[in-house]
């Protein structure tokens, strides 16, 4: 029973690092789960992708809490939730199956959205797991293999990241993220909501 987190930005690769991992586990017939978010109330087969056409069957689900009654979560020693930012009942099926069920679970997804916000319930799994890794994309304002750490949001469109809404994103590093938000002028709010705890309820104040 262990717990693992990949998180990072849009366009970091998670799918390949964590095609990677499956593919170790695959070499030694390891039985395997992924799960991965439906739009819809359907279950549906689906696959995750990497850049490079490399793919693996996921099952595509519009939450995690039925899962556990299907065969093949029975089965699975490793259980894999892809896209997990977009589960609302991540925190409670994760912790069953690792703490109950007895299952390695692998989470990944976005830890912040396009204003630097948490996003899902990811981040609230830090303080249970084994390992958490953070991957990086590369900036694309600097050009040069600088890491983007962030994902910025080209339009002015509000809502927080969806599915099928790639192209509006970008990676950015710190320094071009800060300049895209007007000089770092947009810091000064939230370090007086922090020293007050008002008006931010994601953190828990
Ligand atoms: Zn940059």
């Keep these: 029973m262990s717990l693992e987190l990949i998180v990072g930005p849009m366009f970091a690769g998670k799918s390949s690092h964590l095609l990677s991992i499956i593919r170790r586990y695959q070499s030694i017939q390891y039985p395997i789960l992924i799960l991965t978010s439906a739009l819809d109330n359907r279950y549906e087969k689906d696959a995750i992708h990497s850049h490079n056409h490399e793919s693996y069957p996921a099952l595509a689900v519009p939450e995690l809490k039925y899962v556990s009654q299907r065969k093949e979560?029975?089965?699975?020693?490793?259980?894999?939730?892809?896209?997990?930012?977009?589960?609302?009942?991540?925190?409670?099926?994760?912790?069953?199956?690792?703490?109950?069920?007895?299952?390695?679970?692998?989470?990944?997804?976005?830890?912040?959205?396009?204003?630097?916000?948490?996003?899902?319930?990811?981040?609230?799994?830090?303080?249970?797991?084994?390992?958490?890794?953070?991957?990086?994309?590369?900036?694309s304002k600097c050009g040069d293999g600088t890491p983007a750490l962030f994902t910025h949001r080209k339009t002015n469109e509000q809502s927080v990241i969806s599915v099928g809404t790639a192209n509006d994103y970008e990676p950015l590093c710190r320094k071009h993220f800060i300049q895209e938000k007007k000089g770092g002028?947009?810091?000064?709010?939230?370090?007086?909501?922090?020293?007050?705890?008002?008006?931010?309820?994601?953190?828990?104040?």
């Design 73 to 139: 979560y029975a089965e699975a020693k490793i259980v894999i939730v892809e896209e997990s930012q977009f589960f609302e009942d991540l925190f409670g099926f994760t912790l069953q199956a690792v703490e109950k069920d007895n299952k390695h679970v692998i989470v990944v997804g976005l830890d912040g959205d396009s204003e630097r916000r948490p996003f899902g319930q990811i981040l609230r799994l830090v303080p249970y797991c084994d390992k958490i890794t953070k991957i990086t994309s590369f900036c």
């Design 185 to 205: 002028d947009f810091l000064k709010g939230t370090m007086m909501n922090v020293q007050s705890c008002e008006s931010i309820d994601h953190w828990g104040c």
